[in-house]
């Protein structure tokens, strides 16, 4: 008999829930320090009416008025006001988005239900348990309802993170441009208590949700621990399939109005970037709203829901599931828990114990928040492995069951935590303009667009090279200790710090919203010097939380693998034999096919924008004046419409080829799908992700005009800095469209595949039965 966890079973029921609501309370916190920020015409007076409240974070200090002879409750008014337009929009954009999910939600969930119930010919006897005869295990019937609800679970967590960080996003990002009036501290501080809220709600809420879903299970399950777990693969499956619908549609919309704006407003035209006359300006601002805040959200919870199913499955089958240890057996849920609380602690680095003063502090801050999490989490991790872990256990390995030690399994989730921040510090190194790659890129537009574009692709596929290594040591030394389940608790241990990942991230586009009000507003250059400042630091961590994502991906991914090759009960997969041979052709084709989509569908959206835009310049008088008001609906209808109908060729893609090579080609073939799209969507989506992210840092360099080197490249308008916009366009939909969503593609066809498992073992290979 292997011995049980330190850490008694009530403790572990007490302290994962107890962790997930402190998570909430924190994000609720959060959210009403940002509330006392008024955005009303009596600003000024409820600003200093706290004279003796005048603590570090400003909330009392009197306003530093610097819009010369600008009236300052006019300025808060059209403030005011743009926020209405930007939250409108996205609202409006999301609720059209979810009722088109809604329809695919209700189909899909019949799909599970009807597959999985055929395994056993829709029986409601019990059956033996596969990895264990001599026990009786529930039907496949039942497997088939708690799967179907566990997805419908996901996907309405799923869709709720997306849109409660929008709604977040944009109460907050007004807020973040009238804070910049007081001082670059105030407004950094309110942006990320801002991000802090959205990621420390989706973190706890998807871990609350999926600790609550095991327990009621359990309740009908009891002693049949592999089938519970089975079934709870259906809440990653919901998670991931909301997340690609979202990452699609809103990456579409947001950088149709990028291009578009961008391409006349910037090259044509010659105005600013958010420049109120520029018709596009207000479907722009929708759209970071909705593609990087609400797609990045649902994106990074499927990961975390994924990663969460992948272990608890294998670890039912293992040791700790036959001697029914729930409290090694909640291990994931255990670090997912210790995370919230150690990203707590990191947050109030940045809030509270220590205050921004200079424009040079910004980013260092956002940086020091991820050593700072990695740090403390390493020490979280060896406590929740003492405590929630054997000694000595043993972990299913393809058929065979290898025994683990607890500091093993310490060192599995580690090597993925660590694996996470060298990924994320490489990933600035190469899109952070600090830096001389980017500077390069910069330097490269001296000649013209071409030069630009050769030097922004050949940055991109070079910063492919140490985040593989990463991953690759990371899967080496996880699997060489703890077989799949050493995968899937790095994967976990990348994400054990979703909560800070994910409020830098949401930072970004909360600072880019903050600049684009401030210029609308017609505020002072000082004050979108500061704003442009908070969004550049933005912009590097954005890069870096695409890292993260693509690295926890691959990861997740390579476990959910493992679990499906157990469950499909394959016990290697032959590289060499025909069947697996062509199936890993076409999936490493499969991200090419996905990525030729969502870029030709941006660049669809993007020609009917860049034709309103000019319409409106040109059948509008007084637009370029700025006497007359531009057409904004119009274009944020254009985004909206093409988004709609341009993300579900893609997202059929993805959902269905697992369902038809399984079905007609069986689960060996299937393998070598998953394992060919795994291999190449991972190098696509990093050297997209780090291109794009160059070619905008690139324009941004030469903007600011800080150093000899760019000023010698600009200003605004100038041959160089047009080469840069173009470039910085052509990045657009690489950056915030194709990139981000082929993690998603990854995860989720292995997620499908797993859920999937036992009807394709049962029924799959049609055509090989045949011919």
């Not at 909705?290 to 919870?301: K, N, T």
């Not at 007609?664 to 997209?688: D, K, N, P, R, W």
């Amino acid at each position: 008999m292997v011995a049980s966890a330190f850490l008694p079973e009530l403790w572990t029921e007490i302290l994962v829930p107890v962790c997930a609501v402190v998570g909430i309370v924190f994000s609720l916190f959060q959210w009403f320090i940002v509330s006392r920020v008024r955005v009303s015409a009596d600003q000024g007076a409820s600003s200093s009416s706290g004279g003796a409240n005048n603590g570090k974070n400003g909330y009392g200090d009197y306003l530093i008025e610097e819009e010369e002879g600008v009236n300052d409750q006019s300025v808060v008014a059209k403030c005011a006001e743009i926020q209405t337009a930007i939250s409108e929009g996205a609202t409006s954009f999301l609720f059209t988005e979810y009722r088109y999910v809604g329809v695919f939600m209700v189909i899909f969930a019949a799909i599970i239900f009807v597959f999985l119930g055929s395994v056993e010919g829709f029986s409601t006897e019990n059956k033996p348990c596969t990895y264990d005869e001599t026990k009786t295990c529930k039907p496949a019937l039942a497997t088939a309802a708690f799967s179907t609800i566990a997805f419908i679970l996901g996907a309405v967590t799923s869709v709720l993170s997306g849109f409660l960080g929008m709604k977040i996003a944009t109460y907050a990002n007004a807020r973040t441009t009238l804070e910049a009036r007081k001082g670059v501290g105030k407004a950094f501080i309110v942006a990320f208590r801002s991000g802090a809220v959205m990621g420390f709600l989706l973190a706890a809420s998807g871990l609350l949700v999926l600790y609550i879903t095991i327990n009621v299970f359990k309740i009908y399950y009891g002693e049949d621990w592999e089938g519970l777990f089975e079934a709870i693969t259906g809440y990653g499956l919901g998670g991931s399939s909301m997340a690609l619908f979202g990452r699609v549609g809103g990456g579409i919309y947001t950088k149709a109005a990028d291009v578009g704006a961008d391409l006349v407003g910037k090259i044509e035209r010659n105005i600013p970037e958010d420049d109120p006359r520029n018709p596009a300006v207000i479907a722009d601002n929708v759209g970071d709203n909705v593609g990087d805040i609400a797609g990045m959200g649902s994106d990074l919870f499927g990961s975390y829901a994924e990663a969460s199913c992948a272990a608890l499955v294998v670890a039912s089958i293992s040791s700790f599931g036959i001697n029914h240890d729930f409290t090694a057996m909640c291990y994931p849920l255990l670090i997912s828990s210790m995370g919230i609380l150690v990203c707590l602690i990191t947050t109030l680095f940045a809030t509270d114990f220590f205050e921004i003063k200079a424009v040079k502090e910004i980013e260092p801050a956002l940086k020091n928040q991820l050593i700072i999490s990695t740090v403390i989490m390493t020490v979280g991790i060896a406590i929740v492995s003492y405590v929630g872990l054997p000694s000595s256990f043993t972990i299913f390995n393809f058929g065979a069951q290898k025994v683990v030690k607890n500091w093993q399994l310490f060192l599995c989730v580690c090597v993925g935590l660590w694996a996470g921040l060298i990924i994320g510090f490489v990933t600035e190194y190469y899109t952070s303009n600090a830096y001389s790659p980017v500077q390069d890129v910069a330097d490269s537009c001296r000649t013209g667009a071409a030069t630009n574009v050769i030097f922004g692709l050949a940055l991109g596929y070079k910063s492919v090279i140490i985040p593989i290594f990463a991953i690759a040591v990371s899967i080496f030394v996880s699997f060489s200790f703890a077989a799949m389940y050493g995968v899937a608790v790095a994967a976990l241990g990348m994400l054990s710090t979703i909560a800070t990942g994910l409020a830098i991230d949401a930072y970004g586009p909360i600072s880019d919203n903050a600049g684009g009000i401030a210029e609308m507003a017609g505020m002072s250059h000082r004050i979108r010097e500061r704003t442009d400042a908070l969004d550049a630091a933005g912009n590097t961590t954005a890069a870096i939380g695409k890292g993260f994502a693509i690295g926890s991906a691959a990861l997740v991914s390579l476990a959910l693998f493992g679990a499906f090759v157990s469950r499909a009960g394959v016990h290697t997969v032959d590289v060499l034999t025909p069947k697996v041979i062509i199936g890993l052709l076409v999936g490493a084709m499969l991200p090419y096919w996905f990525s030729a989509m969502t870029m030709k569908s941006v660049g669809s959206a993007a020609l009917k924008m860049v034709e309103e835009v000019r319409r409106q310049f040109n059948t509008i008088p007084g637009l370029m004046e700025g006497t007359a008001k531009p057409d904004y609906a119009t274009c944020v209808k254009i985004s909206t419409d093409a988004s709609i109908k341009e993300m579900i060729p893609p997202g059929c893609l993805v959902m269905l080829t697992p369902l038809i090579v399984g079905f007609f080609f069986g689960v060996e073939t299937l393998s070598g799908v998953l394992a060919g799209s795994l291999v190449s969507g991972v190098q696509i989506a990093i050297s997209a992700s780090n291109t794009g992210g160059a070619w905008d840092n690139a324009k941004k360099y030469i903007e600011a005009g800080v150093s000899e080197h760019a000023k010698s490249l600009g200003p605004k308008g100038s041959e160089p800095h047009k080469a840069a916009v173009i470039g910085d366009t052509i990045g657009d939909p690489l950056k915030d469209t194709s990139g981000p969503s082929l993690n998603i593609l990854i995860k989720l066809m292995a997620v499908e595949s797993l859920v999937f498992a036992p009807f394709f073992a049962t029924h799959g290979g049609i055509l090989f039965k045949y011919l």
